[in-house]
């Protein structure tokens, strides 16, 4: 069965950086896309960014651009994401999930358990 | 980006009974290859997401047919048949259609 295991919680400082993994299992990892979205608490779902296992290519949402790094090591099936510059606004679960593609991009379908980021001073 | 709404945000239902979530978004999802590109998922408490409807109004692997998706353009709607206790969560629509994917503020059924 499909399943994406996301690492463990993280207690940041502001102005640091989180790097959060995603190992996925059950399906061939290159045939499909991982996708990034945070839930802060309280707000609803937040698209961050997806990325295409086969090839690596990117595609960030405009609001993290600048502060956000998704890779992947195929070897390893694993999938990263890398926030920097965090502040307190960023406390929020990060869930990494599986991307079906069809004609115009890709679209979560399975997701991770998520990981809690606490940034902290 | 495209702005998601929903309607309503909180939904009492009775076991038995149907009920139905609708979403609007600000503009037409329906790509030219003639699919819309609205998800649909659920987050039942302390859970991830889980996707029920793909494409406006098919169903995802596993999800029981009790479920459907409907709509067209800038106007869906989610539909139980009849609503099981195991139904409760919080609802979201997502569209797909154009970067960023953006989601619904979330509708949240539990049991009256």
């Given at each position: 069965?499909?399943q994406l295991v996301q690492s463990g919680a993280e207690?940041?400082?502001?102005?640091?950086?989180?790097?959060v993994s995603c190992k996925a299992?059950?399906?061939?990892?290159?045939?499909?896309?991982?996708?990034w979205?945070?839930?802060?608490?309280?707000?609803?779902?937040?698209?961050?960014?997806?990325?295409?296992?086969?090839?690596?290519?990117?595609?960030?949402?405009?609001?993290?651009?600048?502060?956000?790094?998704?890779?992947?090591?195929?070897?390893?099936?694993t999938a990263y994401m890398?926030?920097?510059?965090?502040?307190?606004?960023?406390?929020?679960i990060y869930y990494c999930a599986?991307?079906?593609?069809?004609?115009?991009?890709?679209?979560?379908?399975?997701w991770g358990q998520g990981t809690l980021v606490?940034?902290?001073? | 980006?495209?702005?998601?709404?929903?309607?309503?945000?909180?939904?009492?239902?009775?076991?038995?009974?149907?009920?139905?979530?609708?979403?609007?978004?600000?503009?037409?999802?329906?790509?030219?290859?003639?699919?819309?590109?609205?998800?649909?998922?659920?987050?039942?408490?302390?859970?991830s997401?889980?996707?029920?409807?793909?494409?406006?109004?098919?169903?995802?692997?596993?999800?029981?047919?009790?479920?459907?998706?409907?709509?067209?353009?800038?106007?869906?709607?989610?539909?139980?048949?009849?609503?099981?206790?195991?139904?409760?969560?919080?609802?979201?629509?997502?569209?797909?259609?154009?970067?960023?994917?953006?989601?619904?503020?979330?509708?949240?059924?539990?049991?009256?």
């Open positions: 069965q499909v207690v940041k400082k502001p102005g640091a950086s989180v790097k299992s059950g399906y061939t990892f290159s045939t499909y896309a991982i996708h979205v945070r839930q802060a608490p309280g707000q609803r779902l937040e698209w961050m960014g997806w990325i295409n296992a086969a090839n690596g290519n990117t595609k960030y949402s405009q609001k993290f651009q600048d502060r956000v790094s998704i890779t992947r090591d195929t070897s390893a099936s890398e926030l920097s510059s965090l502040r307190s606004e960023d406390t929020a599986r991307g079906y593609y069809y004609a115009s991009g890709s679209s979560p379908d399975y606490t940034v902290s001073s | 980006d495209i702005v998601m709404t929903q309607s309503p945000l909180s939904l009492p239902v009775t076991p038995g009974e149907p009920a139905s979530i609708s979403c609007r978004s600000s503009q037409s999802l329906l790509h030219t290859s003639g699919y819309n590109h609205l998800d649909w998922y659920l987050q039942k408490p302390g859970q997401p889980k996707l029920l409807i793909y494409m406006g109004s098919n169903r995802a692997s596993g999800v029981p047919d009790r479920f459907s998706g409907g709509g067209s353009g800038t106007d869906f709607t989610l539909k139980i048949s009849r609503v099981e206790a195991e139904d409760v969560g919080v609802y979201y629509c997502m569209q797909a259609l154009q970067a960023p994917p953006t989601f619904g503020p979330g509708t949240k059924v539990d049991i009256k």
